[in-house]
């Protein structure tokens, strides 16, 4: 490929990955707007129909979106790792100081599972970060100092 083609592919690419978020971002406005109609007492045939079709247009939009955008690398970098944990500081800081059982719904919404092994002294983490996937994350961590 040469390098003209290159541009033209990354700019043709930019412009359908713009134009599908764009169609994403109409079709979720046309979702509120049924949404609206029905609670306002239309009918629910004729705004199922609605729905069906603006849910069609964003699933094509977002394969589009999918298709558009360039590959991710699967594996964060060190300092990838490091960024996020330093953006995140105050949330643990909150975190510490939130009362256990709001701690613990918290935890629940956000698909968090802790379960410690106070003979290994670990706590196993399970995450499920959809949560409309039953494919639990999972990852052990030491426990320091008293919890």
């Not at 040469?2 to 412009?15: E, G, K, Q, W």
């Not at 603006?54 to 094509?60: C, E, G, S, Y």
């Not at 106070?118 to 426990?143: M, P």
Request: glycine share 4%; hydrophobic share 35%; aromatic share 2%.
């Amino acid at each position: 490929m040469t390098t003209a083609a290159a541009v033209t592919s990354t700019t043709d690419s930019t412009l359908n990955a713009e134009h599908a978020k764009k169609t994403i971002k109409q079709c979720d406005a046309k979702t509120a707007t049924h949404r609206s109609a029905l609670e306002a007492g239309a009918d629910p045939v004729l705004v199922t129909g609605w729905i069906t079709e603006t849910q069609a247009t964003r699933a094509r939009a977002e394969a589009e979106l999918r298709t558009a955008q360039p590959a991710r690398r699967a594996q964060p970098t060190r300092d990838d790792i490091a960024a996020l944990v330093r953006a995140n500081t105050d949330l643990v800081t909150v975190l510490t100081r939130t009362e256990p059982t709001e701690r613990a719904d918290l935890y629940q919404k956000l698909g968090l599972v802790l379960t410690y092994d106070s003979g290994k002294q670990k706590v196993l983490v399970e995450n499920n970060l959809n949560q409309h996937f039953h494919d639990a994350r999972r990852a052990s961590a030491c426990v320091r100092g008293g919890t």
